[in-house]
């Protein structure tokens, strides 16, 4: 089994910055990928950004050139650093892991609250 647990959310002003972090636990697994995805009240989870264990980065178009996704291998953490934020990016915050075979694993979400 795999522990997942965010932490780092917060209140800012817009335009200010967040940093989030994610760490994973368990014992004897692989992670293939570890992201971020974010779900706004009343709207669809969407993917915010996800890094390989190769090191590989995809990132939305709405965070691109403000979101920073990193990541500690040996550590089984990654972590968002949260820029130039705006109202819009008002979400719950989800960290996941994905291991060989396509295993998805959660954390509880944490909440990002910008204010105008």
């Known amino acids: 089994q795999v522990q997942v647990v965010e932490s780092g959310g917060g209140l800012v002003e817009a335009g200010g910055s967040l940093r989030l972090s994610c760490a994973a636990s368990?014992?004897?697994?692989?992670?293939?990928?570890m992201g971020w995805y974010r779900q706004a009240p009343g709207k669809q989870r969407e993917l915010v950004a996800t890094v390989t264990n190769g090191g590989r980065k995809n990132y939305a178009n709405f965070v691109k050139g403000r979101f920073t996704i990193s990541s500690d291998n040996a550590k089984n953490t990654v972590y968002l650093q949260m820029n130039s934020l705006k109202p819009d990016d008002t979400a719950v915050y989800y960290c996941y892991v994905e291991r060989p075979g396509g295993y998805l694993y959660w954390g509880q979400g944490t909440q990002v609250t910008v204010s105008s």
């Open positions: 368990g014992s004897g697994f692989n992670i293939n990928a």
